[in-house]
């Protein structure tokens, strides 16, 4: 199993571009979300997804939109990036079974908008 | 505990020795408490959960802590290794089915060969 994966690892955006952040998983994972990651701050989440075809926002929100059209894609969009948007993005996903707190995490985007 | 601000609060401890984290939590509602390990570069790797109605849980070679009277919880790592170098967060998740969780700020911990 590949486990999660995110694409691109890096990327430099200019001012109003817009972008999208791709995430995949291959463990049949029904729960799925994006977080953002600041110097010294904690992980904040942006958007989730507790299955296909079902998605809700997180606490940052404003500024991206999610779709989940199959289990295993859980793609992230930048509408008009901006420089606050700089950030490290994870995605993650985990099981409704099991070790249902255990968040499987990509290995992040790092993104500038300059 | 946690601090506000850029600059994470750093432990540096002695290769063998045994590391404790503390982290304070808010939500009284909380029904687990989860610790993270993320190592320079990478994404948050899990480590160890506790139910709300427990007061100790062992892995291995990590044991964590709840004193729900002070909300207060802690990671305690057995001899520390190199490897154990990382930043660790914790983290909270109220009660529901959505899976949302709150983080704390995080704790770097250095290892000293």
């Known amino acids: 199993n590949a486990g999660v994966t995110q694409t691109p690892k890096f990327q430099v955006l200019k001012t109003g571009q817009s972008m999208t952040l791709q995430c995949a998983q291959d463990?049949?994972?029904?729960?799925m979300s994006w977080y953002r990651q600041d110097p010294g701050m904690g992980l904040r989440l942006i958007h989730y997804?507790?299955?296909?075809?079902?998605?809700d926002q997180g606490e940052v929100p404003n500024g991206y939109n999610v779709s989940r059209s199959t289990t295993e894609d859980f793609p992230l969009r930048l509408l008009s990036a901006a420089p606050s948007q700089t950030s490290v993005y994870f995605c993650?996903?985990?099981?409704?079974?099991?070790?249902?707190?255990?968040?499987?995490f990509g290995p992040g985007t790092r993104l500038t908008v300059l | 505990g946690e601090s506000v601000g850029l600059h994470l609060p750093t432990l540096s401890v002695q290769e063998g020795d045994n590391s404790i984290i503390n982290c304070a939590y808010s939500?009284?509602?909380?029904?687990?408490f989860i610790w993270y390990k993320q190592e320079s570069g990478k994404g948050p790797q899990f480590i160890i959960d506790?139910?709300?109605n427990m007061d100790k849980r062992q892995g291995q070679r990590v044991t964590v802590l709840l004193n729900k009277t002070v909300k207060h919880l802690s990671l305690q790592i057995a001899a520390t290794q190199p490897g154990d170098s990382a930043v660790y967060f914790c983290?909270?998740?109220?009660?529901?089915?959505?899976?949302?969780?709150?983080w704390g700020l995080g704790t770097s911990l250095a290892v000293n060969p």
């Open positions: 997804s507790v299955g296909a075809g079902i998605t």
């Open positions: 939500n009284s509602a909380s029904d687990y």
């Open positions: 463990m049949n994972h029904e729960y």
């Open positions: 993650a996903s985990s099981s409704t079974s099991g070790r249902v707190n255990e968040q499987f």
């Open positions: 506790i139910r709300s």
């Open positions: 983290a909270e998740k109220s009660t529901g089915n959505n899976r949302k969780l709150i």
